[in-house]
């Protein structure tokens, strides 16, 4: 019989830790939450600031810039070719054949399609610019925005 108290008593003192344990961990849960919230912002700071960061992110606006300087280019090329075909043909589409047809719509797809992912490339440098952890490593010379509509609209 001493035993068996012996076991109770073992029993329920390890359940008094547990129930013990829990109650403290849920006492300190707001603390232990902050803590993780402050090492993840020192996390992203010690990030931010590394100098590989800094020219990844300097280099990733330079490039993106070209790109889009590039694809505007590519869309007035497109829109002039889309033109210069349509000056060749009639003025009524009826007059027109299978084949004038079907460039048509081919050229009106390829100046779409540049002009699709002239405004992606433009959404995400602006997504990116307005970043603060990343707009600090701008110059004077890479734009803090550029407006898609000036180069979309015709």
């Known amino acids: 019989m001493k035993i068996f108290g012996i076991i109770i008593a073992v029993i329920f003192g390890l359940l008094f830790l547990g129930v013990a344990g829990f109650g403290i961990k849920l006492l300190f849960f707001p603390v232990n939450v902050a803590q993780q ?43 002039i070719s889309y033109d ?32 699709n992912q002239l405004v992606q490339t433009i959404a995400n440098y602006n997504a990116r610019s307005k970043m603060a952890d990343v707009s600090i490593f ?7 925005y550029v407006d898609a509509v000036t180069f979309i609209k015709k």
Request: glycine content about 2%; proline content about 1%.
């Open 84 to 115: 210069d075909f349509k000056l060749s043909l009639s003025a009524e589409r009826s007059e027109w054949g299978f084949e004038d047809k079907t460039e048509d719509a081919r050229l009106r797809a390829v100046v779409l399609g540049i002009q």
């Open 37 to 79: 919230e402050l090492n993840t912002a020192y996390d992203i700071v010690d990030k931010t600031i590394d100098a590989d960061n800094a020219i990844y992110n300097y280099r990733w606006f330079k490039q993106q810039k070209e790109d889009i300087d590039a694809q505007k280019s590519k869309l007035v090329n497109a829109r």
């Open 138 to 144: 701008k110059d004077s010379l890479i734009p803090n």
